[in-house]
């Protein structure tokens, strides 16, 4: 390798969105340094990811297709695939800052056992991106209570660390795939780093019914992770699940009386 390149993998999901996933690359290829693979696990099925990948072979990336639906199993494919020992996640509707690969790589050899995440900031109107976090604050997470910090848009971790604990669940659909990973990572004893150095835009591409159906997907997975957990006896998690069900409803009906817009947190309505 060398000093404008680090051994690294960076795992980027996508399923036809090709001008998002150019742009995503883009901002990959220009990092400084870069990783030294582009892996883009596809499950679109079509040609035209095929087409926009090669466009940056230069930059080490390359397409693995996926068959199947769900960010789970594509994501499990990709660390499996992948050439390097340490890999850096995101999505292909973010962007990344020209240091993200650097800070990543030397974040998780710092700590080779843990996963690092870190701020997914809104690229366009703030309520119309899911998923984002903005605190300027470090923080080290070790409580299964935690298991929503995970931001799988912005995060890198040893594959090694991540398959010992058995990757993904694949059939958490469409959504939540990330909590249930963090909750059981968390409940194992293993560290887990928020870093604000660490930073990733979200962009706002969504109409209102898509964001609507996204938000609907978000509850679906959700009570798919309660019932996961709830199934093999754990019964701690049900009293968060007490807790979420609470917030949820009361963001609803403040969106309901109130004309409070939708928020980027599902839990808030």
Request: charge should be positive; aromatic fraction near 8%; proline fraction near 4%.
């Amino acid at each position: 390798m060398t000093p404008d390149v680090v051994p690294a993998s960076v795992v980027v999901c996508t399923i036809g969105r090709s001008a998002h996933l150019r742009t995503c690359l883009e901002t990959l290829a220009r990092c400084a340094p870069r990783a030294a693979e582009l892996l883009v696990v596809d499950q679109s099925g079509g040609h035209e990811v095929s087409r926009v990948v090669a466009e940056f072979a230069a930059a080490g990336a390359r397409r693995v297709a996926c068959s199947g639906r769900g960010v789970g199993r594509a994501r499990n494919l990709g660390f499996a695939t992948a050439a390097h020992e340490i890999v850096l996640v995101t999505d292909d509707d973010c962007t990344v800052a020209p240091d993200w690969v650097g800070r990543a790589w030397r974040h998780v050899t710092a700590s080779p056992d843990g996963i690092v995440t870190g701020r997914v900031l809104p690229a366009g109107g703030a309520d119309a991106v899911p998923s984002t976090i903005e605190s300027s604050s470090g923080r080290s997470y070790t409580a299964a209570k935690d298991f929503s910090v995970l931001y799988t848009g912005n995060m890198a971790v040893s594959r090694l660390a991540l398959r010992s604990i058995g990757g993904f669940d694949e059939r958490i659909s469409p959504a939540a795939t990330d909590n249930d990973l963090c909750y059981r990572w968390l409940k194992a004893g293993r560290p887990m780093r928020y870093e604000p150095d660490l930073v990733v835009w979200h962009h706002d591409w969504r109409t209102p019914a898509e964001l609507e159906r996204r938000y609907v997907g978000y509850a679906v997975g959700q009570g798919m992770f309660y019932a996961k957990h709830l199934r093999q006896g754990d019964w701690a998690i049900a009293r968060d699940l007490v807790h979420y069900a609470y917030q949820g409803c009361r963001g609803a009906a403040a969106r309901i009386v109130h004309g409070r817009p939708r928020s980027g947190d599902w839990r808030q309505g």
